[in-house]
């Protein structure tokens, strides 16, 4: 989350009353979630503002908004501009991941062809960590970040391509069942019936992508 750095806000406890815009039901609307019980407040206690991540600011962001939910690489470059700052971050709060999402039915008929794909993240993901500095570089032009900013963004996680776990599988269901509860979903959702899962003849080869 940050804030600009003329802001008076200055505390978790401060947002009552706020207006913080965030990409709805995403990683960063779990985290709110969690910020705001963290200081004793709902999400009913602030005021929502949904618009997809972007940096830099306009001025009508600024009108329209008091705080900001950001991720990376966006909140990179958000930190390096020196107009923002950061009143909390997830770290020890969430555990964030990333999935690839296809059609049940396309995955069904194509495992060749998934397989394929997974293979090249992975070899991808091993290049990033390898080479962030170079793999910063290809990416500002495509998304038009500094590469500083970029490289940054890199080095804050991991870019290994692997299944979904156990662990992952739980974590996915309680932010399901906790946007369920808060009205974010209209139905409940069994993560683990939306998960696609290989013929094991094909797991060996994205190992060893």
Known sequence: ???????DIRSLAQL???????????NVHWLLVQLLEEAGLGLDDVKIVYAPPKYPLTASDYLSADAWMMWDPVLSAAERSGTLR???TGEGRVSNHQFYLTRR????????????VVAALVKTGKFIDRHRLEAAQLLAGELGLDTASLACALARRSHQTREMDMQAIRAQQTIADRFYALGLLSRPVAVREAMWYARERLIEPWAAA
Do not use: D, F, H, T
Not at 1 to 7: D, G, H, I, Q, R
């Open 105 to 116: 039915q396309y995955a069904q008929q194509n495992e060749e062809i998934i397989a394929g």
């Open 86 to 88: 950061v009143l909390a």
């Open 16 to 26: 009552r009353g706020k207006r913080i815009a965030l990409n709805k039901g995403s």
């Open 1 to 7: 989350m940050v804030v600009p750095n003329a802001s």
